[in-house]
């Protein structure tokens, strides 16, 4: 293979596989943002991602399959809102638990599709014009699903949302200060509710993009821990959007490289890299201003009550 | 802020007792069991039929039973540290890891070290031990000095032991004598864990649990150490005002927490596998499923006897009904799922109490 198209096809392949890591990163940021952490995303993932496949191979229209993966999960994220936010129970509990509730029920209710193959998957498309570039075109602009597009575009629109809206800074003060956005007349239940539902309609595509687009198929299981790589995404991105795309793609870059470089890099090494890069933020940005300017939203698990601490 | 109709009454419960607790409990759980009998409905199985083979199969036989156990020794031990960590307010998510580290201490010191034979387990043990403990202190240190999130740094920790087991069974430790699969050699026998006869119990795993369950009962009900644990979980505040240590007593927590889910690491690769290899099919989830049964014993190490063997058989659950039913063991991750949210749903009755009815003196 000549190293130009070792580049093309490592960039290309690294888009793919970045996207998941993208729309589940964006849906996690706006949860935490809003002050909920869910750890429910690989259990939120793996239902879009039957979901997906059931209804795309019912319909036959792949599209239908993401969009009902968006629905289904956002509704299955909806029990961790209830808990979370109404029940104001431990996030940290709820969320594991809609992990394995995610994880039990897609093993449970998929199997007569395992193994199946999917007829109509998500086309491929070429972007005219700038597919023409030397290098950058074919690896970027060429042979990609809309929805690593889409992905793109959804960063830069949730960025925009978050820090240059009326919308965005109600969900950043819900997340940082609930008491005090409270007295300004937001509802803060009403914006976790709606954040945590965000976040799950993301994933759900997340996981209908792995089964009727990446690999288009049902496995058991098939998410393989990509819900925890979100996690560690959110956190490496420091809750921005932007930063998440960029991190998606860098981490998505570690996992294909790990498979490229296995003569000269351990492979278990770089694929461990996420979560020791996650660490290794925290630290970072654990200290004096960089926590105010760049660390977690400070009411991030702790649920709220009106005249209660 | 949480607006209820006239005719529900919910008012703080002070200190909920024993009894009360407990029969929440069970309401919750019976309520997640008939929720997840809908699941064997679904497959055209009737769920008191499925929940007949599941006690049969857990408790009819004397190899049910022992399954039973067997599979209780791991979250018995893993679920008295957690609920030590707990009680520190500390969120020990990474028990999956600390079990992983234990094993491979353990494996290292069977294949690597020559430890004559009488003292080759202890050793094993001990390195077990410390090797959990090792990787659980990290993010203690990590969290009193620097105030960093103890869940996520335990639970990155998880897949960072996932890939070392990978890296070690592919790389430096693969077996010579396995034929190129992914597995270290057989363990010498003198590493063999003695067993109960003609079963998969591992005897020094499961006293060293009930032991730990009964030791920890005394340290955190009868000793000053365990009084600084409560007041560092309850009120950190107050701790600092009372001089004591915050970080030397979420390190211990964690050293207890870690250090014994490596223990169970041990037992599982020095009891059962007799090797290491696949790490998923050596930790089989017991360091989450171990956060259900720490959190159903509601922070009393010995409640954490019953509650690990009740996870016992619902593991055992799984393979009855996918051996004799043709069920998928998926359905153990549904049961585990559904326990929980009901558990914490029904700390709203623990917490408060709720009276339908209207209101007869305003509070």
Known sequence: MSWESWVISTISRTLAYGTPLLLATLGEIYAERSGVLNLGVEGMMIVGALTGFAVASQTGNPWFGVLAAGVVSGLFSLIHAFASVTLRANQVVSGLALTMLGLGLSGVIGRSYEGRPLMHTLDKISIPLLEKIPVLGPA??????LLVYIGIGLAILLWF????????????????????????????????????????????????????????????GMTAGMGWIVIALTIFAFWNPISGMFGAYFF??????????????????????????????LIVVSRGTLQKRMGAPSALTLPYTRGED | ????????????????????????????????????????????????RAYGYIIKGAFGSRL??????????????????????????????????????????????????????????????????????????GPAILK????????????????????????????????????????????????????LGGTRIHLPTLAIGLVAAAVMYFVVKKTRVGFEIRVVGENPDAAKYAGISQTKITVLAMVISGGLAGVAGVGEVAGIHHMLFNPSSIALSYGYTAIIVAWLARRNPLAVILTSFLFGVIMRGGDVIKISLGL???????????????????EIFVRYRVRFGTKKETA
């Open chain 2, 144 to 195: 009193a000095k620097l105030g960093i999130n103890d869940v996520i740094t335990t639970l990155m920790l998880n897949y960072v032991a996932i890939y070392t087991v990978h890296w070690l069974i592919l790389g430096p430790w693969k077996g010579l004598t396995q034929r190129g699969f992914p597995y270290t050699d057989r363990f010498p026998t003198a590493a063999f864990l003695p067993m």
């Open chain 2, 328 to 346: 998928p063991f998926q359905l153990v991750n549904v049961f585990n799922g559904l326990i929980l949210f009901f558990l914490i749903g029904s």
């Open chain 2, 64 to 137: 049910g039973l022992t399954e039973t156990v067997r599979g209780m020794i791991p979250l018995l031990v893993i679920g008295v540290g957690l609920v030590v960590a707990f009680r520190a307010l500390f969120w020990n998510i990474g028990a999956e890891g600390q079990l992983l580290m234990g094993a491979v201490a353990a494996s290292g010191i069977a294949l690597f070290s020559g430890i004559p034979s009488p003292w080759l387990i202890p050793a094993m043990f001990l390195g077990g031990f410390a090797a959990g403990a090792l990787w659980g202190v």
């Open chain 1, 140 to 145: 970027i602009f060429q042979d990609q699903n």
């Open chain 2, 1 to 48: 802020m949480m607006k209820t109709p006239a005719w529900i009454q919910i008012d703080r419960r002070p200190s909920p007792s024993g009894l009360t607790v407990f029969a929440i409990s069970v309401i919750a759980i019976l309520f997640a069991l008939v929720m997840a009998g809908l699941f064997f409905e679904f497959y055209g199985v009737s769920a008191l």
């Open chain 1, 161 to 220: 949302v978050l820090f240059k809206t009326r919308i965005g800074i109600s969900i950043r003060a819900v997340g940082e200060d609930p008491a005090t956005a409270d007295s300004l007349g937001i509802n803060v239940a009403r914006v976790r509710y709606l954040c945590v539902m965000v976040g799950g309609v993301l994933a759900g595509i997340a996981g209908a993009y792995l089964s009727v687009a990446y690999r288009p198929s049902w496995t058991d």
């Open chain 1, 252 to 281: 998505a870059g570690l996992f294909v490289l790990s498979f490229r470089l296995q003569a000269w890099l351990s492979p278990e090494l770089l694929k461990a890299m996420p979560y020791i890069l996650a660490i290794v933020v």
